[in-house]
């Protein structure tokens, strides 16, 4: 298995500086509309932070309730492939007991956790700037892009 190279390209030039991501994607874009080599590019994010948006409380209802789900559409899949029976009573009871034996394992799952919190949240990196970087001899060629980029805009329009 080779291993894939994910650092700050060597020998590259900024041909231009966002405050937002958003903002270096529709510049990448626009370098793409303009025929510049895909592979060429690079975004890079400086003054690189975490932040960890608190979504929801998580206690013993929810996850009880979450493994239930679980266990309830695990029931509904299993019953479809190996059961015979057609009668409510034995479907019933398969999807009841897949969905209790999908609570109590997400109840034994969470109180066995160590790192247990009572909130869930969403995870993500934030940059102060983004930067678009490309090879030095590569510059010309985006600025060319750009251009064309422009001009196809332009006549759209």
């Known amino acids: 298995m080779v291993a894939r190279k994910s650092s700050v390209p060597s020998g590259a030039e900024i041909i231009a500086k966002f405050d937002t991501y958003e ?14 080599p895909v592979r060429q590019i690079a975004i890079v994010g400086r003054g ?24 309830l559409v695990i029931g509904i899949v299993w019953h479809m492939f190996t059961s015979t029976a057609t009668d409510a009573a034995s479907y019933a009871s398969t999807v009841i007991t897949f969905a209790g034996m999908g609570a109590m394992a997400n109840l034994i ?13 969403q995870s993500s990196l934030v940059a102060d700037t983004y930067e678009i970087q490309i090879p030095k001899d590569l510059k010309a060629q985006s600025e060319d892009a750009i251009i064309k980029a422009e001009s196809k805009t332009q006549k759209a329009n």
């Open 23 to 36: 903002a270096a994607v529709a510049h990448v874009e626009k370098l793409l509309s303009g025929d510049f």
């Open 48 to 71: 690189v932070r975490t932040v960890e948006r608190v979504r929801a409380r998580v206690g013993y209802p929810r996850v009880a309730l979450s493994g239930a789900i679980n266990g």
């Open 109 to 121: 799952r969470f109180s066995l956790s160590r790192n247990k919190r009572s909130f869930s949240a």
